[in-house]
């Protein structure tokens, strides 16, 4: 086991920061990959997209396993950990490989669909399933984003696979409206976005709830009344939950030893953070890593 989580980034040999392939294509070159092995846990550094066509097949994204049937689709967040599994052999689909390079070059996304909800997993389930889509569906539109990928005319191809994408995304927002909380207003979503991503960077210096609250400018009060609305949790069980993920991470993926991961996740004692994780996971690190 490695030092450390593998981190894969894009190789974005056609330099147009976007790739999409079927499932034959993907596993294909999943089994010639040499930095990292695709099939154990790695973090990724861009965003991915899988839409199952035909049969089913089984992904793992932060220690959950989604079971993906026909017309489902799967959005896995930047930064977030997962593993692919031999299953995708027999499944028919597509991959949607982006950065966030493409996103931002493009501006597609109008402002109230900048904080959305396809991969903000704090919130949401990342799995959308056709039952889900009512009338509509993802494969038409996939379809189309592989075969424009796939054409030899390169005029504007990244302004159509731009539209194209936009196309997909919103039609899966469109099935998370359905789903989400309703009445939220959009300026307590951007604020929940802001606190997430401040946290991911924040969270080995503090674990204050009071702090994170200082820094957005809003009150402790208002801070814990949006992560109730959205979360059903409250501002510290949020930062404790995101701090255990963290350590799961790490002692799952990694060889580092409960000490290593106590000072890389900011406890300086690692009695505290074995204190800390039994007291919110009902276990230890050990006999975590050891049922892993």
């Not at 973090?43 to 089984?58: A, C, D, G, S």
């Not at 028919?92 to 501006?107: A, N, P, Q, R």
Request: charged share 25%.
């Amino acid at each position: 086991m490695d030092k450390e989580i593998p981190k894969v980034y894009y190789n974005d040999l056609r330099k147009l920061r976007i790739e999409v392939m079927n499932f034959s294509q993907l596993f294909d070159s999943l089994n010639q990959s040499s930095n990292h092995n695709p099939f154990a846990v790695h973090k990724i550094e861009f965003y991915l997209i899988l839409v199952v066509t035909k049969n089913t097949y089984t992904h793992f994204v932060d220690f959950k396993s989604y079971e993906l049937t026909e017309g489902s689709a799967l959005f896995i967040a930047k930064n977030q950990v997962h593993h692919f599994t031999r299953g995708l052999e027999e499944a028919e689909g597509y991959c949607v490989i982006f950065t966030s390079l493409f996103t931002d070059k493009y501006h597609f996304l109008s402002d109230n669909l900048k904080v959305n909800r396809l991969f903000n997993y704090h919130i949401e389930t990342p799995l959308i399933l056709q039952e889900e889509m009512g009338d509509d569906n993802l494969v038409d539109t996939a379809t189309l984003l592989y075969n424009e990928y796939q054409f030899a005319n390169a005029f504007a191809k990244p302004e159509v696979l731009s539209a194209l994408l936009q196309v997909l995304l919103l039609k899966a927002e469109r099935a998370k409206d359905f789903q989400s909380i309703s009445g939220v207003k959009l300026h307590w979503l951007e604020l929940f976005n802001n606190f997430k991503d401040m946290l991911e960077v924040e969270y080995v210096n503090t674990r204050n709830s009071k702090d994170y609250a200082s820094k957005l400018f809003i009150s402790y009060k208002f801070l814990n009344d949006i992560v109730k609305e959205l979360t059903g949790k409250t501002a510290k069980a949020f930062i404790d939950d995101f701090v255990c993920i963290e350590i799961k991470r790490l002692l799952v993926s990694t060889s580092l030893s409960v000490k290593e991961i106590s000072y890389q996740t900011g406890f300086e004692d690692s009695a505290n953070m074995v204190k800390f994780f039994k007291k919110n996971m009902k276990t230890t690190p050990l006999k975590f890593r050891q049922q892993k």
